[in-house]
């Protein structure tokens, strides 16, 4: 496998089985895993144009990052990780004891989890999995981890209609005959044909309906349907029973779909829990400071290893594993 090969697989540039194929190369020899993640940092570095040309680049991240540090309010901090210093460290980690038990390439399996009398389909995802479900229609679903998707064997005439708990992205097939309809908790998602994300798991204090292309309604009991735009996202508060619209990055919301975690400003108690959900462990914040901390970063398909390794680097967080559980303090004197 070239480099040239390789950039095109970093850059997304394949077709399915091209990407299978380098994958299956990728894990073949840790010397193939270990030139993968070269050409990456390579590539990585590349796309920044700020970078000193200076060998010993991850001491100037971090001593970005200190100076960062001291210029924010002590309320909160907000933790950057550059992903150029990821990419690059994870060349020396070690997997130890937590492995990634999520495929880079999803699975697409025909099966399914249960087939109710009702006719309905339910399908479960348990912690660190993800599936791709393809409907009756055409559509096609990614379902995160520990979620779950209902849906039944044959659509009727005049509406197609799923129920979803967890996380799931869309990529529905147009027919303006036939409306696609998403419950979730205590709002409808209304589509003809379109692509987007929506994360409703059952613990989590708000519902997240984030449009990429096309268009979507949200119904909210009798109340006015609300019309999302691309790259808009609707967050309702369930306890505060309110709804509010914000303009994102819609592809950074859906990154978890091809194995990256985006945070942009993330209460440390979230990306915890986005955590535990993808690498299927138990993560404990032992510190009443770190509650308060907000992160800024990417993973890349990178293993819980690398990730704790990284949370050390860019903050004042360590972590020890005892007993197959994470514990999280601050190191702050």
């Given at each position: 496998?070239?480099?040239?090969?390789?950039?095109?697989?970093?850059?997304?540039?394949?077709?399915?089985?091209?990407?299978?194929k380098?994958?299956?190369?990728?894990?073949?020899?840790?010397?193939n895993?270990?030139?993968?993640?070269?050409?990456?940092?390579?590539?990585?570095?590349?796309?920044?144009?700020?970078?000193?040309?200076?060998?010993?680049?991850?001491?100037f991240f971090?001593?970005?990052?200190?100076?960062?540090?001291?210029?924010r309010?002590?309320?909160?901090?907000?933790?950057?990780?550059?992903?150029?210093?990821?990419?690059?460290?994870?060349?020396?980690?070690?997997?130890?004891?937590?492995?990634?038990?999520?495929?880079?390439?999803?699975?697409?399996?025909?099966?399914?989890?249960?087939?109710h009398?009702?006719?309905?389909?339910?399908f479960?995802?348990?912690?660190?999995?993800?599936?791709?479900?393809?409907?009756?229609?055409?559509?096609?679903?990614?379902?995160?981890?520990?979620?779950?998707?209902?849906?039944?064997?044959?659509?009727?005439?005049?509406?197609?209609?799923?129920?979803?708990?967890?996380?799931?992205?869309?990529?529905?097939?147009?027919n303006?005959y036939?409306?696609?309809?998403?419950?979730?908790?205590?709002?409808?998602?209304?589509?003809?044909?379109?692509?987007?994300?929506?994360?409703?798991?059952?613990?989590?204090?708000?519902?997240?309906?984030?449009?990429?292309?096309?268009?979507?309604?949200?119904?909210?009991?009798?109340?006015?349907?609300i019309?999302?735009?691309?790259?808009?996202?609707?967050?309702?508060?369930?306890?505060?029973n309110?709804?509010?619209?914000?303009?994102?990055?819609?592809?950074?919301?859906v990154?978890?779909?091809?194995?990256?975690l985006?945070?942009?400003?993330?209460p440390?108690?979230?990306?915890?829990?986005d955590?535990?959900?993808?690498?299927?462990?138990?993560?404990?914040?032992?510190?009443?400071?770190?509650?308060?901390?907000?992160?800024?970063?990417?993973?890349?398909?990178?293993?819980i290893?690398?990730?704790?390794?990284?949370?050390?680097?860019?903050?004042p967080?360590?972590?020890?594993?005892?007993?197959?559980?994470?514990?999280?303090?601050?190191?702050?004197?």
């Amino acid at each position: 496998m070239n480099k040239k090969q390789l950039v095109r697989y970093i850059k997304n540039d394949m077709d399915a089985i091209e990407k299978r194929k380098t994958i299956e190369w990728i894990r073949k020899h840790p010397d193939n895993h270990k030139k993968f993640n070269m050409v990456k940092a390579q590539y990585i570095v590349s796309t920044f144009k700020d970078i000193p040309n200076n060998p010993d680049s991850n001491s100037f991240f971090f001593e970005r990052f200190k100076n960062s540090i001291k210029k924010r309010k002590p309320k909160r901090l907000f933790l950057y990780a550059c992903a150029s210093v990821i990419i690059m460290l994870s060349v020396l980690w070690n997997q130890g004891s937590f492995e990634n038990s999520t495929e880079t390439i999803v699975e697409t399996p025909q099966q399914i989890n249960s087939a109710h009398s009702d006719g309905s389909v339910h399908f479960t995802t348990k912690r660190g999995d993800r599936k791709e479900i393809y409907l009756p229609d055409g559509s096609k679903i990614v379902l995160n981890a520990e979620s779950q998707l209902i849906y039944p064997k044959e659509f009727n005439d005049s509406l197609r209609e799923v129920t979803l708990i967890g996380e799931a992205f869309f990529d529905i097939k147009r027919n303006i005959y036939k409306p696609f309809i998403v419950n979730s908790n205590n709002l409808k998602i209304k589509v003809l044909g379109t692509s987007f994300n929506v994360k409703s798991y059952d613990g989590d204090k708000k519902i997240e309906t984030t449009l990429v292309t096309g268009k979507v309604e949200l119904i909210k009991d009798e109340e006015t349907p609300i019309v999302l735009a691309p790259s808009q996202k609707a967050v309702f508060y369930k306890k505060e029973n309110k709804l509010e619209i914000e303009k994102v990055y819609s592809h950074d919301v859906v990154a978890w779909k091809d194995g990256r975690l985006i945070f942009n400003k993330t209460p440390l108690q979230d990306v915890v829990v986005d955590l535990e959900r993808k690498y299927n462990v138990k993560i404990n914040i032992n510190s009443q400071k770190l509650l308060d901390y907000e992160y800024t970063g990417t993973f890349d398909n990178l293993s819980i290893n690398e990730v704790l390794k990284v949370l050390t680097i860019s903050s004042p967080i360590k972590y020890a594993i005892e007993n197959k559980e994470i514990k999280l303090w601050d190191d702050i004197k």
